[in-house]
């Protein structure tokens, strides 16, 4: 056991993919889980999957006030949330001289604002409580670049440098914030993106392992940083991508 017992969690996206493979691995470790998704029937499954520890809460990350009722609603219902994990996020694949404008709005608003909304949303409690783990989910396409992803690896770079930044600042509070990239992960967002069967295996040789990452091995970096065996680490970003990226 590693301090997640009877920790509350609050996971964005974790209707499917990968957040429901955070949400699922942190409730397996004790934790009691706010199941959040803009898609209410997926948020339900997954708390219904956990069991009594998980409530399901319907949000829209991008939405101020809605991010604000639903961290009322999980605190009152479970408690002062402990980890909040920034997992909700979007992309289309295209080339950049390709996308609208509409697009890229609708990529920074959820994969960079969305977790800026959240992180404020919980800070404040946080603060005053003087302890709390935030985990945001980026992607090595933040650090290395992606062809065809030019704003979502933009959005993603921003979300790694508000985290180091917010970091810094939230130390001296004993609040770690961190952030997770994973690789190309078989989820429904991927297998969407990737209609495209060549792109799947040329993205799939290019990773050293040569295979896709599980959402569950997305999921135990996740529990390590928001257990009490990562105490001191902060600011930090960890791929797991099968060394895609070794920077
Ligand atoms: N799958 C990959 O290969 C991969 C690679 C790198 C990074 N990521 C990142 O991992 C995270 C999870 O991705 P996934 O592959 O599981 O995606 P997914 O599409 O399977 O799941 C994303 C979840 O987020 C929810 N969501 C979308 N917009 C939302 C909003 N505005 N408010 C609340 N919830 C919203 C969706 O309903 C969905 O349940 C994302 O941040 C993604 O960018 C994924």
């Known amino acids: 056991m590693r301090g997640l017992e009877g920790k509350v969690a609050f996971v964005t996206g974790a209707g499917r993919g990968i957040g429901e493979a955070i949400a699922k691995r942190l409730a397996a470790e004790g934790a009691k889980v706010a199941v959040a998704d803009i898609i209410e029937d997926n948020a339900r499954q997954t708390a219904d999957a956990i069991g009594a520890a998980a409530i399901a809460i319907a949000v829209d990350v991008t939405n101020s006030a809605a991010v604000r009722a639903a961290v009322a609603e999980c605190e009152k219902r479970l408690g002062p949330i402990d980890v909040l994990v920034?997992?909700?996020g979007w992309d289309k694949i295209e080339p950049f001289i390709e996308s609208?404008?509409?697009?890229?709005?609708?990529?920074?608003?959820?994969?960079l604002k969305g977790p800026i909304i959240c992180i404020r949303a919980v800070l404040e409690g946080m603060i005053a409580r003087g302890k709390g783990r935030i985990v945001s989910i980026a992607s090595d396409a933040g650090r290395v670049g992606s062809t065809g992803e030019a704003v979502y690896s933009g959005a993603k770079s921003g979300l790694i440098g508000f985290s180091k930044t917010l970091a810094r600042e939230m130390a001296r509070h004993h609040i770690n914030v961190n952030v997770v990239c994973p690789g190309p992960t078989g989820t429904p967002?991927?297998?969407?993106?990737?209609?495209?069967?060549?792109?799947?295996?040329?993205?799939?040789?290019?990773?050293?392992?040569?295979?896709?990452?599980?959402?569950?091995?997305?999921?135990?970096?996740?529990?390590?940083?928001?257990s009490d065996?990562?105490?001191?680490?902060?600011?930090?970003?960890?791929?797991?991508?099968?060394g895609l990226t070794m920077i």
């Open 229 to 242: 065996d990562a105490g001191f680490i902060t600011g930090q970003t960890l791929s797991v991508s099968g």
């Open 100 to 111: 609208r404008e509409e697009t890229w709005d609708k990529v920074i608003a959820i994969n």
């Open 86 to 88: 920034n997992n909700a």
């Open 189 to 226: 967002l991927l297998k969407q993106a990737m209609q495209n069967s060549k792109l799947m295996e040329s993205l799939v040789r290019a990773v050293p392992f040569r295979r896709l990452a599980e959402p569950d091995e997305i999921a135990s970096a996740v529990a390590f940083l928001a």
